[in-house]
């Protein structure tokens, strides 16, 4: 039987994952992705660029990867004040959650990409979401994600499966998924094109990809690498 996915896909490093593993095991992917007024159009290149180049780092992607669907989301922007979409300082609310958390944000992804699917005959959702690491979001949690399954198979009279294959796993081990799904051409790629930082800075280039270094996102991406680079190595050594 031929099993298709959707993959959410902003052209992050989570998402880009998520994306090769979709490629590794579905006969057809196809993307999602919104623009809901993200400050940084910088998100949007890197995904063209990223769909662009995927295909050709394995054989057999290029065939399985199927129809991106951009969904303009500004609604979004306009009725959520954060500092992912207005031009202010990333902070600590009041209630524990940085100003980065665009509420509902994650609601609305998947209920979208359902509806997508449901016309595409799509049983597979795919999103790079994660309890592990996360940044105190409501909406990446494993029981968020899974009661919002329950709900959309209920109000859609479907059986779809949102796969999370990140969830459990900290950054240093997305790093080596994305080495064990598509080898070190796949890790270049994601350093090379994929696009994290929450200020949108692509002038500094350090070895885990471009970004300003100091925000939240940056910190994680930087220590997810590091960490992955020395059990990358204590294992090169343990074999030698
Ligand atoms: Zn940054």
Redesign the pocket.
């Known amino acids: 039987m031929t099993e298709s996915s959707l993959v959410l896909f902003s052209g992050g490093q989570d998402s880009a994952t998520c994306l090769a593993w979709a490629l590794a095991r579905f006969d057809r992917v196809e993307t999602i992705g919104f623009d809901y007024g993200q400050k940084h159009i910088v998100e949007m290149i890197c995904r063209q660029t990223i769909l662009g180049k995927i295909g050709k780092l394995h054989e057999g992607w290029e065939d399985r990867l199927g129809e991106d669907h951009l969904i303009d989301l500004s609604i979004l922007g306009q009725i959520s004040e954060t500092a992912l979409t207005q031009d202010m300082a990333i902070t600590i609310a009041e209630n524990g959650l940085p100003n980065t958390f665009v509420p509902g944000r994650n609601l609305l992804f998947l209920t979208l990409a359902s509806a997508v699917a449901y016309r595409r005959g799509i049983r597979h959702l795919i999103g790079g979401m994660c309890e592990t690491d996360f940044s105190g979001y409501p909406d990446c949690r494993d029981d968020t994600i899974k009661s919002l399954q329950v709900t959309l198979n209920l109000g859609m009279d479907k059986r779809f499966v949102i796969d999370t294959p990140l969830m459990w796993l900290d950054k240093a081990a997305t790093w080596q998924l994305a080495a064990e799904t598509g080898g070190t051409d796949l890790v270049d790629l994601i350093i090379e094109d994929s696009h994290t930082?929450?200020?949108g800075?692509r002038s500094h280039r350090h070895a885990w990809g471009y970004?300003?270094?100091?925000?939240p996102?940056?910190a994680l991406r930087a220590n997810g690498y590091e960490k992955y680079l020395t059990a990358t190595s204590n294992i090169a050594g343990r074999r030698e």
């Open positions: 930082c929450y200020t800075d970004g300003c270094g100091v925000c996102a940056c």
